[in-house]
């Protein structure tokens, strides 16, 4: 594989994670309403994508990103989309949920997230030999789906704080995205701390 065909999969996936986390804005700013259906499109649309880039990565030997990508993407984004549909089932058909019921999905959801966080960690130190401030950015996720796991789990309550961190590294994907895909046109990095020229 080329160096431009890897270079543009990295650049999709990171795109891709970036909206996807973008679409959850109220919920991570805890907007009065906020509700998970209105990313379902979002998460449908991207799930290819994810497949896509999640394999290329793999084979390309770039197991950060790849493993990064489907912790964040694969699996909890993706997953909070089934999660939606769940939620938008019972409400169209006026099931209510009981509070057990609620309590058991709330604590699952808040093992996943918490083994999420653990696992972007170690990547976070892989990532501290290559790009300080990718590292950076990674931890902010790592720290936010901890956060969202202490709520899930009911351990401690951090407000908006796990969301604001998840938002931050939306903006880095964003910007690491579109930086990645210039440089894969130009051959030049007119982003910088993208690190993307190697000696």
């Not at 994810?50 to 990565?57: A, D, G, K, Q, V």
């Not at 604590?107 to 950076?136: P, R």
């Not at 938002?167 to 210039?182: D, E, H, K």
Request: include cysteine; glycine fraction near 8%.
């Amino acid at each position: 594989m080329t160096k431009n065909e890897y270079i543009n999969l990295e650049c999709l996936s990171n795109i891709t994670t970036g909206l996807c986390i973008f679409s959850m804005t109220p919920i991570l700013f805890g907007l009065e309403g906020a509700s998970i259906i209105g990313c379902i499109p979002w998460m449908i649309a991207a799930l290819p994508i994810f497949i896509i880039s999640i394999i290329w990565l793999f084979k390309s030997g770039d197991l950060v990103s790849g493993f990064a990508t489907s912790i964040l993407s694969g699996i909890t984004l993706v997953g909070n989309a089934y999660s939606a549909m769940l939620e938008l089932y019972f409400e169209g058909n006026s099931i209510p949920l009981s509070n057990q019921t609620i309590n058991s999905i709330s604590i699952s959801s808040g093992a996943v997230m918490l083994a999420a966080a653990f696992i972007l960690l170690s990547l976070t130190l892989i990532s501290l030999k290559e790009n300080v401030l990718q590292a950076f950015f990674l931890l902010c996720a790592c720290i936010g789906f901890f956060g969202i796991s202490l709520n899930s789990l009911h351990i401690l309550n951090l407000g908006i704080l796990p969301g604001v961190l998840l938002f931050v590294f939306a903006l880095w994907q964003m910007y690491s995205g579109v930086g990645i895909l210039i440089f894969s046109l130009k051959k030049e990095e007119v982003f910088p701390f993208l690190n993307l020229v190697r000696e």
